[in-house]
């Protein structure tokens, strides 16, 4: 059983960055792949990036391709999202999401995934 732990999440100014983090606990790190998501009240939960168990291969939302990066540090047990150039519209509650893999693609489908986290709000005012 996979225990997602997410922080980093705060208020800010449009054009501001924000980092958001996710420890894991609980597995072995190295062999989930790692997706963030983000839902705002009464919306579907929507794809943001994902990555695949060794870190090599990214995905990412086109509404966020050029702006965000996800990257993973394994020896830590962490995955990131470094958010850059914020907009009033990601303010959003954001997941992490994990799932156990056999090989190194990363996964766009909120179903695909059966372990998340709380969840930690990110708001961004204009």
């Known amino acids: 059983q996979v225990q997602l732990i997410e922080s980093g999440g705060g208020s800010v100014q449009a054009g501001e960055s924000l980092r958001l983090s996710c420890a894991a606990s609980?597995?072995?790190?190295?062999?989930?792949?790692m997706g963030w998501f983000r839902q705002a009240p009464g919306k579907e939960r929507e794809f943001v990036a994902a990555i695949s168990s060794s870190g090599g291969r990214t995905g990412y939302a086109d509404s966020v391709k050029g702006r965000f990066t996800i990257s993973r540090d394994n020896a830590k047990n962490t995955v990131y999202l470094q958010m850059n150039s914020l907009k009033p519209e990601d303010t959003d509650v954001y997941y992490c999401?994990?799932?156990?893999?056999?090989?190194?693609?990363?996964?766009?489908?909120?179903?695909?995934?059966?372990?998340w986290g709380q969840g930690t709000q990110v708001t961004v005012s204009s």
């Open positions: 609980g597995g072995v790190f190295s062999i989930y792949a």
């Open positions: 999401a994990a799932v156990r893999v056999l090989g190194d693609a990363y996964y766009v489908t909120k179903s695909t995934y059966n372990y």
